[in-house]
């Protein structure tokens, strides 16, 4: 519990110090941001990569995490399944912008993601509206020393609680990959809502407890 309020901390300060926002960035409704903020569970995937990281290509891991809102701000921080909010593996502060869903677009203005600094836009959240209440990160990073270095992500999320059988390997044919369920769908986060666990208020349970 004690690491899950230093990270809300973090969050807190990260958005009452939050730089001005873009001239086009807009406050989230109501609406929207009851839509973005809470604790959500879903996987990330390296969806290309090169060079040095051409290895990442195809890693997937299940994932949690947070967001949270204030106005046009937001913070995303994200961390793996078995680990602790602590260790997360993304945190990206940034702001809100138009989109045609009517809940807003989030891109980065700061932070960082596998240990590499996030710049502006490097990193974007947006619904998904091929499947109900479905969050889309994507982001990428260039080795600024040699472009053969790169490597690009996306991690797909839902909010806790919420269940994933409508995105199995039967998925639609539009969605972004063809078997859109985490990994450990079944044998953690079934189970971890089988018992009145979840990795935001209770310590860390994972897969092999």
């Known amino acids: 519990m004690k690491k899950l309020i230093s990270v809300l901390a973090v969050i807190a300060v990260l958005l009452s110090c939050a730089v001005s926002a873009s001239a086009d960035a807009?406050?989230?409704?109501?609406?929207?941001?009851?839509?973005?903020?809470?604790?959500?569970?879903?996987?990330?995937?390296?969806?290309?990569?090169?060079g040095e990281f051409a290895e990442r290509q195809g890693q997937r891991c299940d994932v949690?995490?947070?967001?949270?809102?204030?106005?046009?701000?937001g913070v995303i921080v994200l961390w793996d399944y078995d680990t602790f909010a602590e260790c997360s593996f993304?945190?990206?502060?940034?702001?809100?912008?138009?989109?045609?869903?009517?809940?807003?677009r989030f891109y980065s203005s700061g932070g960082f993601a596998f240990e590499e600094g996030l710049d502006e836009k490097t990193l974007s959240a947006r619904p998904l509206w091929e499947l109900e209440h479905l969050l889309r990160l994507r982001g990428s990073y260039t080795d600024p020393g040699d472009a053969?270095?790169?490597?690009?992500?996306?991690?797909?999320?839902?909010?806790?609680?919420?269940?994933?059988?409508?995105?199995?390997k039967s998925a639609l044919g539009e969605l972004p990959f063809d078997d859109m369920l985490p990994q450990h769908y079944e044998d953690w986060y079934l189970e971890q809502l089988a018992r009145g666990l979840d990795p935001f208020t209770e310590p860390q349970s994972g897969a092999n407890d």
């Open 64 to 73: 949690v995490g947070t967001v949270e809102t204030m106005d046009e701000h």
């Open 26 to 50: 807009q406050p989230l409704s109501e609406e929207a941001a009851a839509w973005w903020n809470g604790h959500w569970y879903g996987w990330r995937v390296c969806s290309a990569a090169g």
């Open 148 to 168: 053969k270095n790169y490597y690009r992500y996306d991690v797909f999320l839902r909010p806790w609680g919420m269940d994933w059988e409508d995105v199995g």
């Open 90 to 104: 993304l945190t990206a502060f940034g702001d809100f912008f138009y989109d045609e869903s009517g809940l807003g």
